[in-house]
């Protein structure tokens, strides 16, 4: 129904649609390209990241960088066609089925928390960099101040949480929900080794470079021949927009939040900020809904399969591959449980 009352109000209240078709033919596709091939860096950049994290919360044998990037890359898709935050929990699911280790699920789903709380560096970052430089609506004020409390408190919990596994050994006789929680906290364990954390970080913040080189290059493409704090303000903007996922993609919510401030502060017609929206938009989804598919299909699964990918049961390793050792499966379980709570 939200979905629905967006559309209305873009298409009775929003520009001559004329004018967003003319936007479209009018597009530089050598820029399109660039933009898609800064997107795809960026993913591979931040895959490598969250690898950085993985070495930390595992002894060896580590999963090798394909691997990761393929599970990475799964979850981005069904964060792409799904609502909600399902990809964090499929590329658990994705990279678990692969992995023999005890207790792989829960800390793997430590990694994936300290993942985006570096995430969250790299989104301070940007705001400070958009504020300095740019204007900011004040419709995102409060959120973005919101961002940079929430980041500043994930971070902190992150690090009081964390817990070395080459430090601490895990007890025996522990219950299972106090045995999920350390794994857990295994799975922070980047957070316990300055030099790693620090490189986990340095990726983050490169990949959110090259988003925002990805977006200044998108704008070029439709006509859009402002400077790169512009770029950095409808990135933000357009973060902010799809901080909750209402529907796939937050459609129509995006375009207005990216066109209205063009409009306003830098004078792009309405037209051309709803298409550059759309079309901004499809870009970042053709990387992620595109190298997404590859992948979902290299790992056997259907887009069946990723709606209930959080399930702990869809952890099993197709049937040519070995499966997972007893104490492993035991630990799936209540990890899901500690999830759904």
């Keep these: 129904m939200a979905a629905g009352g967006v559309v209305a109000l873009l298409w009775w209240r ?24 800064l997107n795809l860096l960026s993913v591979l950049v931040r ?10 919360a595992f002894p060896r044998p580590h999963p090798g960088f394909p691997l990761v990037f393929s599970a990475f890359s799964v979850g981005l898709f069904a964060n792409a066609v799904l609502p909600g935050r399902i990809g964090e929990l499929a590329r658990v699911a994705v990279l678990n089925r692969r992995m023999q280790q005890e207790g ?9 928390f300290a993942h985006r709380v570096f995430d969250l560096v790299a989104v301070i970052a940007l705001i ?11 419709w995102a004020s409060t959120s973005l101040i919101g961002v940079v409390v929430l980041g500043v408190t994930l971070f902190t919990v992150a690090v009081m949480s964390a817990r070395d596994h080459r430090l601490t050994r895990l007890e025996e006789g522990l219950g299972a929900v106090r045995k999920v929680v350390r794994l857990g906290r295994y799975g922070l364990g980047v957070m316990r080794r300055p030099g790693a954390a620090a490189l ?16 200044y290059t998108a704008m070029r493409a439709f006509g859009i021949h402002e400077a790169l704090p512009a770029a950095g303000l409808v990135l933000v903007l357009m973060n902010v ?8 993609g937050n459609i129509g919510l995006v375009q207005a939040a990216v066109a209205l401030p063009l409009f306003s502060y830098y004078g792009v017609a309405k ?32 887009f069946a399969m990723l709606k209930v990918m959080p399930d702990a049961s869809q952890a099993e390793p197709p049937a040519h591959q070995p499966a997972p050792e007893p104490p492993a499966e035991a630990d799936a379980t209540p990890t899901r449980a500690g999830v759904s709570g």
């Excluded at 895959?47 to 930390?56: K, L, Y």
């Excluded at 792989?104 to 994936?112: D, E, P, S």
């Excluded at 986990?200 to 977006?215: D, I, P, S, Y």
């Design 241 to 248: 927009a799809t901080l909750f996922p209402l529907w796939p």
């Design 104 to 112: 792989a699920w829960a800390r793997l789903l430590g990694t994936v």
């Design 14 to 37: 929003g520009p001559a649609w004329s004018g967003v078709v003319d936007a479209f033919e009018a597009v530089e596709w050598r820029w399109v390209a660039a933009a898609v091939g």
């Design 271 to 302: 037209a051309n900020g709803i298409a550059f929206g759309f079309g901004l938009q499809a870009i970042e989804a053709s990387v992620g809904v595109g190298v997404g598919l590859i992948f979902l299909a290299r790992e056997g699964l259907s």
């Design 200 to 215: 986990a970080a340095l990726f983050q913040v490169l990949g959110w470079a090259c988003q925002l080189f990805a977006v």
């Design 47 to 56: 895959a490598i990241a969250w690898r950085t994290v993985i070495v930390q």
């Design 128 to 138: 400070v960099y958009v504020v300095l430089t740019a204007h900011i609506p004040n």
